[in-house]
């Protein structure tokens, strides 16, 4: 399968990553181990999640999901063949949150103990935190790599002036800098990224993993009314996008899948991963149906007449 280099880095991907947000969440621990066991056994290898994840769960206090994939990783002996992502600085407690050198240093440490590892592959800064100097987070994550706890960095949620920041201080002083950006994008939500990150990607050569890239599982075609909404626990998220503009990216999806004899969810990754400077989208799967539509994106390639259908609809 085709791997893609995470910014300048050593790291390979293939083109779809598994979001590890669901776990502790809508999937649990058993059902997390056959979906980890058929995305690795297909041939892809970036596994994406956060400390926080999924705290917002009632009983759950965050860790969750790093907790379960320590355990699959331990049991199926599948770490060397896997690229670990998770993220650092959101809130897990009272005063427990940001990039400083003190919470940084400590929130690593629990990450590995619950991923049952030496090391994190990518190692990403989750929420900027703006009363931190990015020097000191920069010079935080340098010790980090030095001690092999860390290989490479990335970063999601930071605005583009602190972004351009950060990269700018790793060129001038040495530090090591943010390879990979986790922006959200995907066909409906395109604006933001493509006007204000996509610039300093190419400028920089950073690595792109869309996180929201099925738009909270809009594009997958599930919600196309109010009454489909109401019947996902994660639904409501769906909700602002049926519009208008939704529906006429939801027929374009149809139309091409129907052409390519495949699902919108397939068509919608594909048109991700063929955008510039995509390394991976970043899609969930609750169950073995799903996670085999999303994995056939990965070798989907959609002509030029597709694109463009996909483009025109869900121009902004």
């Known amino acids: 399968m085709e791997k893609r280099k995470l910014g300048k880095s050593a790291l390979m991907v293939a083109p779809l990553a598994f979001g590890g947000n669901v776990f502790g969440w809508t999937v649990d621990e058993a059902t997390a181990f056959k979906l980890l066991d058929a995305f690795t056994g297909a041939g892809f290898n970036l596994i994406d999640t956060a400390d926080v994840y999924s705290k917002w769960v009632s009983g759950n206090k965050g860790g969750e999901s790093e907790t379960i994939i320590g355990k699959w990783l331990k049991q199926s002996g599948k770490r060397e063949q896997v690229i670990v992502a998770t993220k650092v600085g959101g809130e897990m407690g009272p005063q427990q949150k940001g990039t400083s050198k003190t919470y940084i240093t400590r929130a690593v440490e629990d990450s590995l103990r619950r991923l049952q590892t030496d090391y994190i592959d990518l190692y990403q800064t989750h929420f900027d935190d703006i009363n931190t100097p990015v020097e000191e987070t920069l010079a935080t994550y340098a010790t980090l790599i030095k001690e092999g706890k860390v290989r490479v960095i990335g970063t999601s949620n930071m605005s583009p002036e602190r972004l351009q920041l ?17 922006p959200e994008y ?108 999303l994995m056939k994106a990965a070798t989907l390639a959609l002509d030029q007449d597709a694109i463009n259908q996909l483009d025109v609809a869900s121009k902004y």
Request: aromatic letters at 10%; one cysteine or more.
């Open 166 to 182: 950060s990269l700018h201080n790793s060129e001038d002083y040495g530090y090591p800098r943010y390879e990979t950006l986790q």
């Open 186 to 293: 995907n066909l409906y939500d395109r604006r933001k990224f493509e006007t204000t990150y996509a610039p300093i990607c190419r400028e920089h050569g950073l690595g792109v993993l869309p996180y929201y890239a099925l738009a909270s599982g809009f594009l997958s075609g599930k919600y196309r009314s109010k009454a489909d909404v109401d019947k996902s626990p994660r639904g409501s998220k769906a909700l602002g996008y049926l519009n208008e503009r939704g529906m006429r990216i939801l027929a374009a999806l149809d139309a091409v899948a129907a052409r390519y004899n495949t699902t919108p969810a397939s068509v919608s990754i594909a048109w991700l991963a063929q955008r510039p400077n995509i390394a991976a989208p970043i899609a969930s799967a609750t169950s073995l149906e799903q996670l085999d539509a």
